[in-house]
Nanobody, 126 residues
Framework: QVQLVESGGGLVQAGGSLRLSCAAS????????MGWFRQAPGKEREFVAA????????YYADSVKGRFTISRDNVKNTVYLQMNSLKPEDTAAYYC???????????????????WGQGTQVTVSS
């Protein structure tokens, strides 16, 4: 079972940027589609972005399209989320997740993802 560890969260002013990283424990990472999700207090966990196993396909929630970029480095077993033009409504705990069953394309439902990290907090002040 692959283990995922997120990092890079923090406090930033509106309009600022952060880059989140998610490091996987082993090379099976390179076979999996990966996703980023977020959960604000009192709200359900929601999809943010996903990337296919080889990085050829990416998909974003409408709320972050044009501001966030997902990428991956299969040599470093790491997936990234570059977040620009941050807004207070982006404040949430951010989680990376691995989808071991999606061989082509990406999926957006939380129940499709098999492995989850512990999360990293992102707080955007106005």
């Amino acid at each position: 079972q692959v283990q995922l560890v997120e990092s890079g969260g923090g406090l930033v002013q509106a309009g600022g940027s952060l880059r989140l990283s998610c490091a996987a424990s082993d090379r099976t990472f390179s076979r999996y589609a990966m996703g980023w999700f977020r959960q604000a207090p009192g709200k359900e966990r929601e999809f943010v972005a996903a990337i296919s196993w080889n990085g050829g396909i990416t998909y974003y929630a409408d709320s972050v399209k044009g501001r966030f970029t997902i990428s991956r480095d299969n040599v470093k077993n790491t997936v990234y989320l570059q977040m620009n033009s941050l807004k207070p409504e982006d404040t949430a705990a951010y989680y990376c997740a691995a989808d071991r069953n999606q061989l082509v394309g990406v999926r957006t439902a939380t129940h499709d993802y098999d492995y989850w990290g512990q999360g990293t907090q992102v707080t955007v002040s106005s």
